[in-house]
């Protein structure tokens, strides 16, 4: 993928990047359809299920998990391009590109713990608890110090960044990197109910997760701008993660 899209972004520029991003989308879509192929269109139960019917029934929570979970991330941008100046957005995003990097952090390290944790469920409650436990600990105590250092130096960090040209934004990191670490227990969490229940289960605790943000959202950004977005972010987070935990 890499190097065919670089390629042709030198042979013909922009073009070329459109066009290598879309090829290389076509060719990954191919071979998928191929690999999977002998599950969906046989006879074979695929995946152990009596029917594709029956298959497609089951994934649905997951698509409206993915699609609600999209509504919900996007949400404080949307309320900011809407009600308030683009000068605002463009400060207010800059901040939020350090909490998605840092979602993206906590999504890897801990989604490749999904399959052990599916694997500890099926021996016994007890060790799967403890390992959780465990996890969540190693966790709290990786992430804890690297998101004080990080709000401790958000001046220096946004003097980069911004260089002061959306005014003073210390505050918007230091409340959308705390919620980092709130993000960490939730995505345990969500972890923990797609091993141990049924799809639907996981589906459920995404929408309550996502309706409680964005009541949280609306309320704090009408009373205090900007500052109240990021805010919601932080207490939607923590009322959340004390919920979970």
């Known amino acids: 993928h890499v190097i065919l899209t670089i390629s042709l ?4 520029s922009i073009k070329g990047l459109i066009l290598g991003i879309i090829i290389t989308n076509l060719l990954s ?6 690999y999977l192929s002998k599950y969906l269109f046989n006879t074979v139960k695929p995946f152990g299920f009596n029917s594709f019917k029956e298959l497609i029934k089951f994934s649905l929570p ?8 999209f509504l919900v991330n996007q949400a404080d941008q949307l309320i900011l391009g809407i009600f308030f100046s683009p000068n605002v957005l463009a400060a207010y995003y800059i901040p939020r590109r350090f909490l998605d990097n840092l979602k993206l952090v906590s999504d890897t390290l801990i989604q490749p713990l999904v399959p052990r944790l599916s694997s500890w469920t099926l021996k016994n409650e007890v060790l799967f608890n403890d390992r959780v436990k465990k996890i969540f600990m ?4 990786i992430y804890i110090p690297v998101i004080l250092l990080l ?3 958000s001046k220096y960090i946004m003097n980069v960044f911004v ?3 959306y005014g003073n934004v210390e505050i918007l990191f230091i409340f959308l990197t705390l919620t980092s670490i709130f993000y960490v227990i939730q995505i345990l969490y969500t972890s923990v109910v797609f091993v141990r229940g049924k799809p639907f289960n996981r589906f459920k605790v995404k929408v309550i997760n996502g309706l409680e943000l964005i009541f949280c959202l609306i309320i704090f950004s009408f009373i205090l701008g900007v500052i109240g977005v990021a805010l919601s972010r932080l207490i939607g987070a923590l009322i959340l993660s004390l919920i979970h935990i």
């Open 163 to 165: 260089k002061g040209k």
């Open 29 to 34: 879509l191919i071979l998928s359809l191929r």
């Open 138 to 141: 190693l966790l709290l105590y």
């Open 151 to 153: 709000c401790f130096s």
């Open 62 to 69: 997951y698509y409206g998990e993915g699609y609600f979970h």
């Open 9 to 12: 972004y030198l042979l013909l």
